[in-house]
């Protein structure tokens, strides 16, 4: 199960009870506060008067289930120099004088383990402890014995206090493991057998170069590489953390740090590199031996108890048996040895032999009975595939039959194994949960999905035969990426969606337009922009200085050789003159020594500058030793801000990618908008040309109008004034009566002309208006026609039709008269100058047309004509 690095933060007690403090720890929120306000979310904050008991209890029970069970744990501390991490790990010392309730973390690990371990007697245990140091990436074993096994909390005391009196001081690293090897039949008549280690690594101060290479490896982690690969082969110390970050511990990294604002800086350094670790999930699994969960038969030979301890010592025996024999091989090949002593190495070799065939026949026949095998099983390394033996070959060909109900087997009890794993896991992790942070991991009651770990035969990291993750998402990062996602869509945002929901339509485009909008218009795109620039060039800048100290430090680097090459020259020099000084009064007489003495003062003169020389040397060499330790302080420094650089960088360039991607559809989506807009702007413009050029058609039909109402009023006129005649005198003259016709005639034409324009200016079809009949076209045109060249008598009759409320015999009169009439046409009666006004307008008036709503409003600017 991937859990993540946990962080405990201990801050240091003020050497001076008032001295003021530059930061706090709040145990409440588990926040760490610096004194410019920089907040620090971790798993534990612990203030400075926290005890050690206090300290065990909030964090370290939940590591000793977790160590019982048979999984790895592992508790590492950073800080600088004398923040108190040896006292947090192991208390002031063993010694009498201290009380029992400054014991550290170990001590207290152990106690707790017999503890238990006494409170299980159904438990057989092997439980082994190593404490190492390294020193300029050289292992020091502080025991001097290597693992060293502990059967009871007394004898861990001893040990303890042994390595106390024994481990170097200094800025070192040291590596404390206990590793436990258990062993138990359970209430359900299988066999339990786990094997687990529990790591507690004292970091050293920096600039120590073994902690550069864990924070790199730290940061690699976090930026999101597998373990697998990454280098942890690179030094002695990363190798021994391999499990503790990106490996198989559940690991709490311990910070202690100082809260005196002259530490401040370093304080901050540690800090981070705590909170760093927070990134890194570690596969926490159950380490199982082969024969895990095998049920166990009552009817052995060998009783319970003791059947343990003799596989165990069988199987150390027959290690230390073949190791001996390669070495004797090694002697016998060299031929340093008598012919005696030879002779009693073969006889042993040959002794050996023997022993292997018979136990190798007894295995045989162990296999052929289906028995268990003696000795202990052993932990299948990762790295080595699992091969059939060639024992495995034979009684495969032996018998298939019994190959088939072997497998089955094999397939019951890797369900078996997988089933009570599973529950373990769930058990202890809720376990863990429900006692660390809630609010860092919550486990989804109603998911059920949670992943819990399945067996494959393939490895990812780690030394056993491990255990891989399920491929589904487990129920707390399902209730993660749940509140992710729920943090990500904006109150807005989510109110389209609710508005959406009930209008059931497609909220997708909206929100889409919303969110690029807000994205485009936000000052945090150019914000990314230029922070990123910025740190670019930062990067680069720093990337020079990095090469350019690299150089100086060689550089130095080869003046130092040189410098130690002369020194030791020098003194090589000195020393022979010196013998050569002490030969000469030695071996000479009296007078002849007189005579060296003058040479040997020259000498001694020689002697003398070049000790004068050396010593300038020394401390010339002394210098470049300084400024070379000061130059790679500084290289690693920048070494180490290229890389947070690096880190950010990626970070920038991801959300710019990001936010590039979402600009270029913003684009494209903008684009497609104003092709459309574009479109529909030619659209409108042809159509404004056409308008433009109806206005002007209009503006003609107006003035033709205009010029018809003018002449229909002239002709009015006349009719009227001819009516009149009628009706005073009874009767007209027959060119007054043909006058009068045509008149009448004339108007009505006039009257059909003048609608028919009307209605092309309104834009309705003229037929509407004219029923759109033949003879109302003809009519119209007649009319138009008649007014233009003053009438045609017959023209006009055909139309049938008078305006007046005459009577039909008058009509019929009127009607004969015409005919007599017709066959001497008439002289036009319209002036001319009523004629030349029905013709279409020479010039344009001009004329402002409007819109107001739907109506067209038109005005006339010039009324000259
Ligand atoms: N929380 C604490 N309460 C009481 N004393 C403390 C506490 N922390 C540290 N000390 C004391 O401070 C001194 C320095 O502590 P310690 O040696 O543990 O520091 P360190 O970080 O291991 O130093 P170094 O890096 O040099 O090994 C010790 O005398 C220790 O007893």
């Given at each position: 199960m991937d859990i993540p690095v946990q962080i405990a933060i201990r801050l240091k007690p003020p050497?001076?009870?008032?001295s003021s403090q530059c930061i706090f720890s709040n145990p409440a929120s588990q926040i760490v506060i610096t004194e410019s306000g920089q907040t620090f979310h971790v798993n534990r904050a612990l203030p400075f008067d926290c005890t050690q008991n206090h300290l065990f209890n909030s964090f370290m029970l939940p590591q000793v289930n977790c160590f019982l069970d048979g999984c790895d744990t592992s508790v590492v501390v950073f800080g600088q120099s004398k923040s108190g991490k040896t006292y947090t790990l192991f208390g002031p010392g063993f010694e009498c004088i201290h009380s029992e309730c400054d014991l550290g973390i170990v001590p207290r690990f152990l106690t707790e383990v017999f503890h238990r371990l006494g409170q299980m007697p159904e438990r057989e245990f092997i439980l082994n402890i190593t404490w190492m140091q390294v020193i300029n990436n050289n292992i020091f074993d502080?025991?001097?014995?290597?693992l060293v096994r502990c059967c009871n909390i007394e004898e861990a005391f001893q040990y303890l206090q042994l390595g106390w009196r024994q481990k170097c001081l200094g800025n070192y690293h040291t590596v404390f493991t206990v590793s436990m090897e258990q062993k138990w039949v359970g209430t359900n008549g299988v066999l339990n057998h786990r094997m687990s280690t529990a790591s507690f690594c004292d970091l050293a101060a920096y600039p120590e170069p073994g902690l550069f290479a864990v924070e790199s490896i730290i940061k690699e982690l976090v930026a999101g590489n597998p373990p697998k690969q990454i280098n942890y082969d690179r030094c002695i110390l990363t190798a021994m953390l391999r499990d503790s970050f990106g490996g198989r511990a559940f690991t709490w990294v311990l910070g202690c740090i100082s809260s005196e604002p002259e530490d401040y800086q370093d304080t901050l350094k540690i800090l981070n590199l705590c909170l760093c670790c927070r990134g890194i999930k570690n596969f926490v699994t159950v380490n199982l031996f082969a024969d895990n969960n095998t049920p166990v038969y009552n009817d052995k030979s060998v009783p319970q108890d003791n059947a343990f301890n003799l596989q165990f010592a069988t199987a150390q025996w027959i290690k230390l048996v073949s190791n001996a024999e390669g070495l004797f091989n090694k002697i016998l090949q060299s031929k340093s040895l008598t012919e005696t002593d030879m002779n009693q190495v073969s006889e042993w070799l040959f002794l050996k032999a023997e022993c292997d065939e018979c136990l190798n026949n007894e295995g045989t026949v162990d296999n052929k009975e289906g028995n268990t095998k003696q000795g202990l099983p052993r932990i299948a390394e990762d790295t080595e595939p699992s091969e059939p033996s060639e024992s495995d070959v034979e009684s495969d060909s032996e018998d298939s039959d019994s190959e088939m109900v072997f497998q089955d087997k094999v397939e019951k009890m890797m369900d078996f194994f997988k089933e009570k794993n599973d529950l373990l896991f769930a058990e202890r992790c809720e376990e863990y949960l429900n006692h660390i942070d809630s609010d860092d991991i919550t486990i989804s009651e109603?998911?059920?999905?949670?992943?819990l770990p399945v067996m494959t035969s393939?490895?990812?990291?780690?030394?056993?035969r491990t255990i891989q993750p399920g491929e589904s998402i487990s129920g707390a990062q399902l209730e993660l990426l749940r509140k992710v996602a729920a943090k990500a869509i904006s109150p807005e945002s989510q109110k389209i969606l609710i508005e959406s929901h009930k209008k059931d339509i497609d909220p997708e485009p909206k929100l889409i337009e919303r969110e690029l909008l807000k994205m485009i218009d936000s000052p945090k795109t150019n914000e990314i922009c230029k922070k990123y620039k910025m740190t670019k060039e930062k990067y680069s800048q720093k990337q020079i200085l990095a090469r350019k100290l690299s150089k100086e430090i060689s550089s130095s680097q080869s003046q130092l050789k040189e410098l130690i090459k002369l020194c030791i020259s020098k003194q090589r020099l000195i020393d022979e003159l010196s013998t050569a000084i002490s030969n000469n009064s030695r071996n000479k007489s009296y007078t002849e020594r007189i005579e060296s003495n003058i040479i040997d003062h020259d000498a001694m003169k020689e002697i003398k500058r070049h000790e004068t020389n050396i010593k300038t040397f020394k401390k010339q060499i002394e210098q470049i030793r300084r400024q070379i330790k000061k130059d790679e302080k500084r290289k690693n420094t920048l070494d180490v801000e290229l890389l947070k650089d690096k880190l950010k960088l990626d970070e920038l360039s991801e959300t710019s990618l990001d936010i590039k991607d979402k600009k270029v559809n913003s684009i494209k989506h903008f684009t497609n908008r104003i092709t459309h807009l574009d479109n529909i702007l030619k659209e409108k413009a042809s159509d404004l040309e056409n308008l433009e050029l109806s206005r002007e058609k209009e503006l003609l039909l107006r003035k033709e109008i205009k010029n018809l109402r003018k002449t229909r009023e002239c002709l009015h006129d006349q009719r009227c004034s001819l009516g009149h005649k009628r009706k005073l005198y009874k009767s007209l003259s027959d060119s007054e009566e043909r006058k009068l016709l045509e008149c009448e005639e004339a108007i009505e034409a006039i009257d059909t002309a003048i609608e028919y324009k009307n209605n092309l200016i309104c834009g309705k079809s003229p037929s509407a208006s004219l029923s759109d009949s033949q003879d109302n076209k003809d009519t119209r045109s007649r009319g138009e026609q008649m007014c233009l060249d003053g009438g045609i008598a017959e023209r006009a009759l055909s139309l049938?039709?008078?305006?007046?409320?005459?009577t039909s015999d008058d009509a019929l009169r009127l009607v004969d008269r015409m005919r007599q009439l017709a066959r001497c046409p008439p002289v036009p009666v319209i002036p001319s100058q009523n004629l030349r006004q029905l013709m279409p307008a020479t010039y344009l008036p001009v004329a402002k047309v409007t819109k107001e709503r739907n109506k067209l409003v038109i005005i006339q600017q010039n009324k000259k004509h």
């Open positions: 050497s001076i009870a008032d502080v025991l001097g014995g290597g109603t998911s059920g999905s949670q992943s393939q490895s990812n990291s780690g030394r056993r049938g039709m008078t305006t007046d409320s005459e």
